[in-house]
């Protein structure tokens, strides 16, 4: 009996891949940094079975006319944006995706990020790499105190609240914007709802941790980033697409906020050239929140269980467009 095909389209860790290979033929894009290119993606869905993607690989209608076969689409990510998971729905597909295994580990690199942003410790790093530190100085990289300061979350999910139990042990006020109000948070961990509009304006630190949607789309823009305070320091960690870049540029080269930390861009990768990375004040990463060892062969792990479910036509562990299985 003829196994079914798996196009995986980036090296994953061997644990995940192994799980894949005992159950299935694989066509694997071995790269562990390029994505792999469409043309060849277009090519090998034709006769698949299954599609072990990831966030960089574009999963769309194309892809879904060219693959007859196509049982299952299971992503090694939180997020789903990069699949028409519309459109795998209208043709039965279960899509799967990895919530849960990834959340404590994103929330200490949103931590991370938040400290290194507010205490300039990349400057810092580079002050003494380019051979700038000639003595100490009383005001030399002063930056911003955490302990003690106002964090504002914007999407209190399980990231968000993990974020929010690691400002309790800083002493931080925590205020919070979400869809629905969530009492049982705000009384464990002493955090306030409030509008949007009330968070920018009294927090010293805005946490983007949001979902991509389309009513999240740039949902920071101009207009919120000129509410914030003027030493505020803005960190995303959900979406690129959840800012307006541009207007971010422009709030800190006119000091309408002090920095901002990334880990997420609009268009991933982002340019060397692009002008978000030339100010001193931005710390920038490459998409790395979840990028632990242990975090990311979960992950690996958790979507190869997701695929292999659909291919045998099981119920995914996770699956993103539930309403698939209404009809069973």
């Known amino acids: 009996m003829k196994r079914d095909k798996v196009v995986v389209t980036r090296r994953i860790p ?12 694989v066509y694997l894009w071995d790269s562990e940094e390029v994505p792999i290119p469409r043309h060849v993606l277009l090519e090998q869905v034709a006769d698949a079975s299954g ?21 299952v689409v299971s992503t090694m990510a939180v997020g789903f944006d990069n699949i028409d998971v519309s459109e795998a729905t209208k043709r039965g597909i279960p899509v799967g995706y990895t919530p849960g295994v990834l959340t404590e580990t994103t929330a200490d690199l949103t931590f991370a990020l938040l400290m290194a942003t507010a205490r300039r410790i990349v400057e810092g790093a580079d002050y003494i790499r380019q051979g700038k530190w000639k003595s100490w100085g009383p005001m030399v990289l002063t930056g911003q105190d955490v302990y003690g300061a106002t964090i504002g979350i914007i999407g209190l999910g399980r990231i968000g609240e993990a974020v929010a139990r690691r400002a309790t042990g800083f002493g931080m006020k925590i205020l919070y914007h979400n869809r629905h109000r969530r009492p049982e948070v705000e009384e464990r961990l002493n955090a306030r709802y409030c509008s949007l509009e009330e968070l920018l304006q009294a927090s010293d630190f805005v946490v983007l941790l949001a979902p991509s949607s389309p009513e999240t789309y740039r949902m920071i823009g ?20 959840n800012v307006d870049e541009s207007a971010l540029y422009r709030a800190l080269c006119d000091n309408k906020i002090w920095a901002a930390g990334l880990d997420v861009f609009e268009e991933e ?5 692009h002008p978000l990375l030339s ?18 062969t979960k992950m690996a792990v958790l979507a190869a269980e997701n695929l292999l479910a659909g291919l045998q036509g099981q119920k995914l562990k996770h699956t993103a467009n539930p309403e698939v299985y209404d009809s069973v």
């Open 14 to 25: 061997g644990q995940a891949l192994e799980l894949i290979e005992a159950k299935a033929e």
């Open 51 to 71: 599609i072990y993607t990831n966030v960089s690989d574009k999963i769309d209608k194309e892809v879904f006319d060219n693959a007859p076969l196509l049982k």
């Open 222 to 241: 101009e207009r919120e980033f000129s509410l914030m305070k003027p030493n505020a320091i803005f960190i995303n960690t959900s979406r690129g697409r």
């Open 269 to 273: 990768p982002i340019a060397a050239d």
């Open 279 to 296: 100010l001193p004040n931005v710390v920038a990463l490459p998409h790395i929140g979840s990028a632990s060892i242990a975090t990311r």
